[in-house]
């Protein structure tokens, strides 16, 4: 069945560089495309980005600067990178494919 | 960016009550090849989010259909009949028609 999972540190410090990866199963990441979303703690859904099935990637302008999403498909792997950080990223981050959900990962952006 | 407009924020409800969430867009959410990317999404308390509609009105597997979606354009409902404790949670509207995804604030259905 259809599965993501996120993975990376809970806590990066401001200033610091963020790196999260999404594994998936049960799908191909050259026949879907994947999203990044995050969700600040007791806040709403923002849409961070996107790579498609081609490998191609857009995303939100408001992030665009500092961020970046690649994948290996040998391991079904996306990454998503942010660098800059700030207090105000903090967030749970979570990768989707269309209809599916990762559990998400709680980072905190802390000195 | 596409403006989602969800109300109410928040619903007091009873257990086997009905109720319906709207949304609202700020532009037509009708894409170029005639569909409508709205959908509907549930997250429950400490989970992530869920989807239940695609395209207005398809239930996603498993979802029992006391959950309907309605609507075109810009305008949009999620009606729950017979609300059950499970149903609980933040309720988000989301377009895909329109780069970028957007959400709505959410509606957080909570027991009266």
């Known amino acids: 069945q259809v599965q993501l999972k996120e993975s990376g540190p809970g806590l990066v410090k401001p200033s610091e560089t963020l790196s999260l990866t999404c594994t998936v199963s049960?799908?191909?990441?050259?026949?879907?495309?994947v999203s990044w979303v995050r969700q600040p703690p007791g806040k709403g859904l923002e849409w961070m980005g996107v790579?498609?099935?081609?490998?191609?990637?857009a995303y939100n302008s408001a992030l665009k600067s500092r961020l970046s999403i690649s994948r290996d498909t040998s391991k079904s792997q996306v990454f998503l990178k942010m660098s800059s950080l700030k207090t105000e990223d903090t967030a749970t981050y979570y990768c989707?494919?269309?209809?599916?959900w990762g559990q998400g990962t709680l980072v905190t952006v802390s000195s | 960016d596409v403006v989602m407009t969800q109300t109410p924020p928040s619903l007091s409800v009873a257990i086997g009550q009905s109720v319906s969430i709207s949304c609202k867009s700020s532009?037509?959410?009708?894409?170029?090849?005639?569909?409508?990317?709205l959908h509907w999404l549930l997250q429950s308390s400490g989970r992530s989010p869920k989807r239940l509609i695609y395209?207005?009105?398809n239930l996603d597997s498993g979802v029992p259909d006391r959950f309907s979606g309605t609507g075109s354009q810009k305008d949009f409902t999620l009606k729950i009949s017979r609300v059950e404790a499970k149903d609980l949670g933040v309720y988000y509207c989301?377009?895909?028609?329109?780069?970028?995804?957007?959400f709505g604030g959410g509606t957080k259905l909570e027991l009266k």
């Open positions: 989707a494919r269309e209809g599916y």
């Open positions: 790579i498609w099935g081609d490998g191609s990637t």
């Open positions: 989301a377009q895909t028609t329109h780069f970028p995804p957007t």
């Open positions: 049960g799908f191909s990441l050259t026949s879907y495309h």
């Open positions: 395209q207005v009105s």
């Open positions: 532009q037509s959410l009708v894409y170029s090849d005639g569909k409508t990317y």
